[in-house]
Protein backbone atom coordinates (compact mmCIF):
# COMPACT_ATOMS: atom_id res chain seq x y z
CA UNK A 1 0.00 0.00 0.00
CA UNK A 2 1.78 3.24 -0.85
CA UNK A 3 -0.58 5.69 0.15
CA UNK A 4 -2.01 5.72 3.71
CA UNK A 5 -5.85 5.94 4.48
CA UNK A 6 -6.52 8.15 7.63
CA UNK A 7 -9.73 7.92 9.46
CA UNK A 8 -10.03 11.86 8.65
CA UNK A 9 -9.87 11.75 5.25
CA UNK A 10 -12.28 8.83 5.24
CA UNK A 11 -14.34 10.90 7.07
CA UNK A 12 -13.89 13.95 4.96
CA UNK A 13 -14.73 11.63 1.70
CA UNK A 14 -18.02 10.53 3.02
CA UNK A 15 -19.39 14.27 4.06
CA UNK A 16 -18.44 15.03 0.42
CA UNK A 17 -20.21 12.22 -0.87
CA UNK A 18 -23.48 12.96 1.73
CA UNK A 19 -23.13 16.76 0.30
CA UNK A 20 -23.20 16.06 -3.73
CA UNK A 21 -26.18 13.51 -2.41
CA UNK A 22 -27.96 16.20 -1.04
CA UNK A 23 -27.55 18.63 -3.87
CA UNK A 24 -28.20 15.86 -6.30
CA UNK A 25 -31.82 15.79 -4.65
CA UNK A 26 -32.15 19.18 -4.72
CA UNK A 27 -31.08 19.81 -8.31
CA UNK A 28 -33.88 16.86 -8.95
CA UNK A 29 -36.40 18.15 -7.55
CA UNK A 30 -37.13 21.30 -9.94
CA UNK A 31 -34.22 21.44 -12.58
CA UNK A 32 -33.52 18.74 -15.73
CA UNK A 33 -30.81 19.04 -17.96
CA UNK A 34 -27.11 19.71 -17.79
CA UNK A 35 -26.58 21.15 -14.01
CA UNK A 36 -28.23 17.66 -13.18
CA UNK A 37 -26.01 15.49 -14.95
CA UNK A 38 -23.08 17.47 -13.18
CA UNK A 39 -24.43 17.00 -9.97
CA UNK A 40 -24.56 13.77 -10.97
CA UNK A 41 -20.92 13.22 -11.77
CA UNK A 42 -19.79 15.00 -8.67
CA UNK A 43 -21.54 12.47 -6.66
CA UNK A 44 -20.50 9.46 -8.57
CA UNK A 45 -17.01 10.42 -8.28
CA UNK A 46 -17.26 11.31 -5.01
CA UNK A 47 -18.65 7.95 -3.86
CA UNK A 48 -16.46 6.18 -5.81
CA UNK A 49 -13.93 7.75 -4.05
CA UNK A 50 -15.15 6.85 -0.52
CA UNK A 51 -15.69 3.30 -2.00
CA UNK A 52 -11.48 3.23 -3.04
CA UNK A 53 -10.94 4.86 0.84
CA UNK A 54 -13.22 2.12 2.77
CA UNK A 55 -11.72 -0.87 0.39
CA UNK A 56 -8.22 0.43 1.33
CA UNK A 57 -8.77 0.94 5.03
CA UNK A 58 -10.21 -2.33 5.29
CA UNK A 59 -7.15 -3.78 3.80
CA UNK A 60 -5.01 -2.21 5.90
CA UNK A 61 -7.13 -3.57 8.78
CA UNK A 62 -6.80 -6.84 7.58
CA UNK A 63 -2.91 -6.16 7.18
CA UNK A 64 -2.61 -5.10 10.82
CA UNK A 65 -4.43 -8.11 12.28
CA UNK A 66 -2.75 -10.49 10.45
CA UNK A 67 0.91 -9.01 11.62
CA UNK A 68 -0.35 -8.86 15.20
CA UNK A 69 -1.74 -12.10 14.94
CA UNK A 70 2.18 -13.61 13.83
CA UNK A 71 3.73 -11.48 16.80
CA UNK A 72 0.71 -12.90 19.41
CA UNK A 73 2.05 -16.38 17.82
CA UNK A 74 5.77 -15.97 18.26
CA UNK A 75 5.16 -14.75 21.95
CA UNK A 76 2.99 -17.50 23.04
CA UNK A 77 5.14 -20.30 21.15
CA UNK A 78 8.48 -18.25 22.99
CA UNK A 79 7.06 -18.32 26.39
CA UNK A 80 3.81 -20.81 26.75
CA UNK A 81 4.10 -21.12 30.32
CA UNK A 82 3.38 -17.28 30.58
CA UNK A 83 0.61 -18.07 28.03
CA UNK A 84 -0.77 -20.43 30.05
CA UNK A 85 -0.24 -18.14 33.51
CA UNK A 86 -2.28 -15.33 31.62
CA UNK A 87 -4.95 -17.33 30.01
CA UNK A 88 -5.63 -18.93 33.38
CA UNK A 89 -5.77 -15.50 35.71
CA UNK A 90 -7.81 -14.34 33.01
CA UNK A 91 -10.23 -16.89 33.07
CA UNK A 92 -10.21 -16.73 37.09
CA UNK A 93 -11.16 -13.07 36.73
CA UNK A 94 -13.78 -13.70 34.33
CA UNK A 95 -15.27 -16.49 36.59
CA UNK A 96 -15.24 -14.45 39.52
CA UNK A 97 -17.37 -11.64 37.72
CA UNK A 98 -19.89 -13.73 36.30
CA UNK A 99 -20.28 -15.51 39.52
CA UNK A 100 -21.10 -12.02 41.28
CA UNK A 101 -24.16 -11.95 38.80
Known amino acids: MSQAVTT ?15 ELLKATAGQTGERLQQVRAR ?3 SLRSAKAGLE ?20 VREHPWTAMGIAAGIGVIVGVLLARK
Open 56 to 75: AAGENASVYAREAARQLDGQ
Open 43 to 45: AEA
Open 8 to 22: EKLVQDLKLVVTDAE
